[in-house]
């Protein structure tokens, strides 16, 4: 067994494949300067929390066999300037994945949006259907303790990220991996900072494409145009098929699949894009020789992957959801969701904008319309968040010229959010709450309550 040193083993990811390690009997240690929940209870759990949060170079010696490096770090990180002036092994978390599975079968989703939820499905029924498989995905899933495991399983499904390897290795993750068989669910231009234009952030995912193996196999969502002109690029040698949403039908309030053997299939999840992730699963478990029948069967049972249009509470009259979305595609998708699977009710649709991107007014311009389906829209506009990201504020006005919706309100502080909610009319409307943060450490579970909803 190795001895493996994490530098910034806080990050979701890096966690999770120290403690996947961990359970491998390898002997795992690692740094960070911050480590946040629920990374830092993990860690402490397993014994392998930092004493100190910090860079501390004399941990760094040549006993380590390898050093897996992390995007939160820097590239004049003293740990990695020690390891690199020691001649360690230096891994990004997208190379040491490959090295530990160049000798299996390996599946890489990638996409602006839906890749997450396309993992989960897949992992979901594999799992359900006993099959043997290796992961790495974005988010917690239900059944699953870690977000990664490496075993000696045949295949790896990989949650593909288009995000830099490393501090030091500037190419896009999934290029890494060098899948078998690659899935692409849509490019919508993201992470500005590390790709200040939209052909810079597309040449990532063409490059993916470029690369296809010989006998690989290239599936792509054909209802998105950016995505169907860039999978042109894909090689002779490698076969490429376009999908779109699965055929499906609303009652109550619910989805159901109109399955290809004549049967419906009641669903726990829904939406147009949810159901374009669907297909995009189904054929990638269809190439893993699961049939039909059998992947409808199983994600009947699939609930969704955790901040994915995640159920937090409800009455009778009433539902509240919260979502990672964070993305303009995001955004848009999520909220034409729930409008369509309850067009009746008024909808509430509250977002946070949190990340670099959505925070640079230069990025803001493509939110345009991303809220039309929310009767009443919320930008939360957190000063802390400003604070930390060093951004300059944006005034309301600027906010309300590119999101250009009728009825929009902007607000900077938790208490106040949660006033303008609670002064609602709250029959027959549903809340969504939108943020890849978390509204100012909001208790979603506690205001649920205060909303009048039940909870589980």
């Known amino acids: 067994m190795s001895k493996i040193h994490f530098i910034a083993i806080g990050g979701a990811a890096m966690h999770n494949l120290a403690l996947a390690l961990l359970a491998q009997g390898h002997e795992i240690t690692g740094s960070d300067d911050e480590i946040y929940e629920p990374s830092k209870s993990l860690l402490e759990k397993h014994g392998i929390l930092p004493a100190e949060f910090g860079w501390f170079p004399e941990k760094i010696n040549s006993d380590i066999d390898t050093i897996v490096l992390g995007m939160h770090a820097r590239a004049d990180n ?7 002036e020691l001649g360690l092994k230096i891994e990004s978390y997208p190379s040491f994945i490959y090295e530990q599975s160049k000798n299996k079968q390996r599946i890489v989703i990638a996409g602006s949006h839906g890749k997450t939820s396309i993992t989960s499905m897949i992992l979901h029924v ?33 949650e593909g990220d288009e995000y830099l390897a490393s501090p030091i290795d500037r190419r896009a993750k999934f290029l890494l991996y060098q899948p078998h068989v690659a ?3 849509g490019i919508a231009w993201d992470h500005i900072n590390v790709y200040p234009t939209l052909e810079s952030y597309t040449q990532a995912f063409e490059n993916l494409v470029k690369e296809m193996p010989k006998a690989g196999h290239l599936f792509f969502d054909k209802t998105d145009k950016t995505l169907e002109a860039i999978t042109e690029a894909c090689p002779e040698h490698c076969q490429s098929e376009g999908y779109k949403a699965h055929d499906s039908i609303i009652r109550n309030g619910q989805t159901f699949l109109k399955g290809n053997d004549g049967k419906e299939y009641g669903l726990q999840v829904f939406g147009e894009h949810t159901l374009k992730n669907l297909q995009g699963a189904l054929l990638i478990c269809s190439q893993l ?31 509240l959801y919260k979502d990672f979305a964070h993305a303009p595609s995001k955004v848009k998708a999520t909220t034409q969701a729930l409008k369509a699977q309850f067009p009746k009710r008024k909808l509430v649709a509250a977002l946070e904008l949190h990340t670099f991107s959505s925070l640079n007014p230069a990025f803001l311009p493509e939110y345009k319309g991303t809220l039309a389906d929310a009767d009443l829209a919320i930008i939360y506009l957190s000063e802390h968040a400003r604070a930390i990201k060093q951004m300059d504020r944006i005034e309301a006005e600027t906010v309300q010229s590119y999101f250009n919706h009728p009825n929009l309100v902007v607000v900077r ?5 949660k006033q303008i909610l609670l002064k609602q009319n709250q029959e027959n409307q549903n809340l969504l709450m939108m943020s890849s943060g978390t509204f100012d450490g909001l208790d979603f579970p506690g205001f649920a309550t205060e909303l009048g909803l039940r909870i589980q």
Do not use: C, H
Request: net charge negative; aromatic share 8%; hydrophobic share 45%.
């Open 126 to 158: 594999l799992k359900t259907l006993n099959k043997k498989f290796d992961y790495l995905v974005g988010a917690r899933i239900e059944g699953f303790d870690l977000m990664a495991s490496i075993t000696d399983a045949p295949i790896m499904i990989i």
């Open 78 to 84: 003293p740990e990695l300037l020690k390891a690199q």
């Open 289 to 319: 020789g699961v049939n039909e029948t059998e992947f409808y069967t199983a994600i009947q049972s699939f609930k969704g992957a955790a901040k994915r249009l995640e159920w937090v509470g409800e009455s009778d009259t009433q539902l």
């Open 183 to 185: 899935l692409i669910s």
């Open 413 to 417: 502080e938790q208490e106040d959010l």
